[in-house]
């Protein structure tokens, strides 16, 4: 088992950042991917990005590339993503999840988060 306890949500502006943060019980954490999604109100759960076990891979939607970065310590047994020059379009619950998907983007993780709610003001 594995529980993820997400961090670091707020109120910002639109073009500020903001830095999520994820923690992870267990000691099997290195063995999972992490990925972070998100789900606005009304909408479904989408992907946001994805970094493999060993922290050599990540992967993003097209919406945050360039703007997010995902990263992992590995020793720490912490995800986190870095969003940058947020939009008022990137509102919404941010989710970490731990698990070995056959498809990152798809959020058929094994483990979830409670989530964090992000909002960005225009």
């Known amino acids: 088992q594995v529980q993820l306890v997400e961090s670091g949500g707020g109120l910002v502006q639109a073009g500020g950042s903001l830095r999520l943060s994820c923690a992870a019980s267990?000691?099997?954490?290195?063995?999972?991917?992490m990925a972070w999604f998100r789900q606005a109100p009304g909408k479904e759960r989408d992907f946001v990005a994805a970094i493999s076990r060993s922290g050599g891979n990540t992967y993003y939607a097209d919406s945050v590339k360039g703007r997010f970065t995902i990263s992992r310590d590995n020793a720490k047994n912490t995800v986190t993503l870095q969003m940058n020059s947020l939009k008022p379009e990137d509102t919404a619950v941010y989710y970490c999840?731990?698990?070995?998907?056959?498809?990152?983007?798809?959020?058929?993780?094994?483990?979830w988060g409670q989530g964090t709610q992000v909002t960005v003001s225009s």
């Open positions: 267990g000691r099997t954490f290195s063995s999972y991917t």
């Open positions: 999840a731990a698990g070995n998907p056959g498809t990152y983007d798809s959020p058929v993780y094994q483990f």
